[in-house]
């Protein structure tokens, strides 16, 4: 063998030395096409453990191995990323769902770039593709889409790169009739939450430098030519690379119409005071002596009208801490009025609720008296903090949503921590319960692989993505979690006549 013979053996040695514990997938391609060389984590990645299994050229890759894109289209021959790199195209991240043909559990997504390597004079020696198991990303990516978008708290995220809205959930299209496609991809100037808000400037240069909008009253323009009157309020979050702003929103339609209704005439007063949903109080200016209260008032704090009547809220403890209504009564003396002042009230049985009080000072029957509009704001604020609870946490730890997350998530639809036993159980595939009932009987990867006739390098993908799904880290913490739901250890399933088992 001569010298010119040698050399690019020996330099292929070396870029595979360099590779080969890279925590990338290599698979290296020579110009004829055929498949030469992949490092161990390209292998795990496809569920093999030799290159000879990934097919040894195109053909043979795509007889294997079917490739999809996201929206469910199959790659045509000549779409196959290692068509591509032969034909000498340059591409990155391109995203695709890989399945098997001779293993219907094996399901991952993967993100692929090409690299061509050249000699001294230019011409191709190696093709390489790069490839990243991305399948726990997009998998934790549709948990969170689903989760949001049932999320009770109205919400829309926005891309402060370009101030347009990524994403809206059920919420906020039901309370406004917005349709999706009318919301998504437009810009905070077409859809403006912060319209008519009564700190709308220092709001606009909040989002454009990506702080905190504090909450506020807005008007919302609708679809249908109609204003709705909300609060909202603006945190930034993290979605993959971008900075975001989540706005969330409470309607404050209830109160106006009712604030309304109160207004429109003394002789109608009675009334409207009496059957407005929300609770309301009729204090005096001197004192602030409850002079009324409402029916709604009535079932929110327990107390009976003559039980607070011609008393003063500290006399019967109607609000948790004395200090918040200490600030709050000063607002009132001092202005006459306040909006949405946030505060604990506590009702007879000793039950805190979280609500936000408007008052303003209104001429009744000829006497000059401060009327108090109460809404509880528990169930929203307690939704709306775990949304953003859950979205702070994982950032701490990674760009991309995390099962823990969209647990917490999950919550805000069970707000009692209630959970049925083994109703997560429904997220195994059969052969992940076969897998996870093997390890309950104490079996390790090579006597689960033997059981099950499966390559080990098979069943550690079944475990890793198994352990991603149950939220454990360790084999004991499995089998806890497995046996309080009644898995045991394996039970062999049961075939069905004139088909083949898995």
């Given at each position: ?367 000059r008296c401060l009327l108090s509009v109460i809404q509880d704001i528990t169930e929203r ?53 076969e897998v996870l009932g093997l390890i309950c009987q104490g079996y390790d990867n090579e ?54 088992a898995d």
């Amino acid at each position: 063998m001569n010298t010119s013979d040698a050399r690019p053996q020996a330099d292929r040695r070396q870029l595979q030395q360099i590779i080969a514990g890279l925590t990338e997938g290599i698979i290296l391609i020579d110009p004829d096409g055929s498949i030469v060389w992949a490092n161990e984590t390209a292998l795990a990645i496809h569920g093999v453990e030799t290159v000879d299994a990934l097919g040894g050229n195109p053909r043979g890759f795509r007889k294997k191995f079917k490739l999809t894109y996201r929206n469910n289209h199959a790659l045509q021959a000549d779409q196959y990323p290692i068509a591509r790199i032969i034909a000498g195209e340059l591409f990155s991240d391109v995203i695709v769902e890989v399945t098997r043909s001779d293993d219907e559990d094996f399901r991952h997504m993967h993100q692929v770039r090409s690299l061509i390597l050249t000699d001294a004079s230019g011409a191709s020696e190696s093709l390489a593709l790069v490839v990243q198991d991305v399948t726990e990303r997009f998998s934790a990516e549709e948990r969170f889409e689903k989760t949001f978008n049932a999320n009770p708290a109205p919400a829309v995220i926005c891309r402060l790169a370009d101030l347009r809205y990524v994403k809206v959930n059920q919420g906020f299209l039901e309370m406004t009739g917005y349709a999706r496609e009318n919301v998504i991809g437009r810009s905070t100037y077409e859809v403006d939450v912060l319209e008519g808000a009564d700190k709308r400037e220092q709001a606009i240069v909040n989002l454009n430098e990506g702080r905190t909008i504090g909450q506020m009253e807005a008007t919302l323009q609708l679809p249908d030519g109609t204003t709705k009157l909300v609060i909202v309020a603006g945190q930034p979050i993290e979605i993959g690379e971008e900075n975001c702003m989540l706005f969330t929103f409470m309607d404050m339609e209830p109160r106006r119409k009712a604030e309304d209704a109160l207004r429109h005439t003394e002789e109608r007063f009675s009334k409207a005071f009496r059957l407005a949903p929300v609770p309301m109080t009729v204090s005096s200016l001197d004192g602030f002596v409850l002079m009324d209260v409402n029916d709604a008032f009535v079932a929110t704090t327990g107390y009976e009208a003559e039980e607070v009547v011609a008393r003063q809220p500290e006399e019967i403890g109607l609000w948790s801490r004395s200090d918040a209504y200490r600030k709050l009564r000063a607002e009132m003396e001092t202005h006459s009025s306040v909006r949405n002042y946030e505060i604990q009230l506590q009702t007879k049985s000793g039950v805190a609720v979280d609500c936000l009080v408007s008052a303003e000072a209104v001429t009744i029957h000829g006497e000059r008296c401060l009327l108090s509009v109460i809404q509880d704001i528990t169930e929203r604020k307690r939704s709306e903090v775990e949304l953003l609870a859950a979205i702070e946490a994982v950032m701490k730890d990674t760009s991309w949503f995390s099962r823990t997350v969209i647990e917490k998530l999950a919550q805000i639809r069970q707000p009692n921590g209630a959970q049925q036993a083994g109703s997560d159980l429904s997220e195994l595939t059969s052969r992940e319960r076969e897998v996870l009932g093997l390890i309950c009987q104490g079996y390790d990867n090579e006597q689960i692989a033997e059981a099950l006739n499966l390559a080990p390098n098979t069943i550690r993908n079944h475990v890793a993505t198994l352990y991603s799904k149950i939220g454990v880290h360790r084999r004991s913490a499995a089998i806890v979690w497995a046996r309080e739901r009644g898995i045991v250890g394996y039970e062999k399933p049961k075939r069905r006549t004139g088909g083949t088992a898995d």
